[in-house]
């Protein structure tokens, strides 16, 4: 089992940063890739980043170049810069986790609001 446990949502400005956290606890040895999640309201939920535990990145095409994910030297630790945001980035943010064993684990969620 693997917790994770999400930090750094808020409300900011358009253009603007934030910088999301998430500690991963457990059996985080087993943890093949881990990523960040969003849902707007009325929206499905979809995938903003990810990594590996190689540091290979995958983003999606609406944050490629303002959003970038990273790991902790100590590798449960995965973190989000999401620079030069814009009103359609709020959404609420998971943290999610894949192991070997192909199951997944989801954070609670953080808020992230952008005002024009």
């Known amino acids: 089992q693997v917790l994770l446990v999400e930090s750094g949502g808020g409300l900011v400005q358009a253009g603007g940063s934030l910088r999301l956290s998430c500690a991963a606890s457990g059996s985080i040895f087993s943890i093949i890739t881990m990523g960040w999640y969003r849902q707007a309201p009325g929206k499905q939920r979809e995938l903003v980043a990810s990594i590996t535990s190689g540091s290979s990145t995958n983003y999606a095409d609406s944050v490629e170049g303002r959003f970038t994910i990273s790991r902790g030297n100590a590798k449960n630790w995965v973190f989000l810069q999401m620079n030069s945001l814009k009103p359609e980035d709020t959404a609420v943010y998971y943290c999610?986790?894949?192991?070997?064993?192909?199951?997944?684990?989801w954070g609670q969620g953080t808020q992230v609001t952008v005002s024009s």
């Open positions: 999610h986790a894949r192991d070997s064993r192909v199951d997944e684990y």
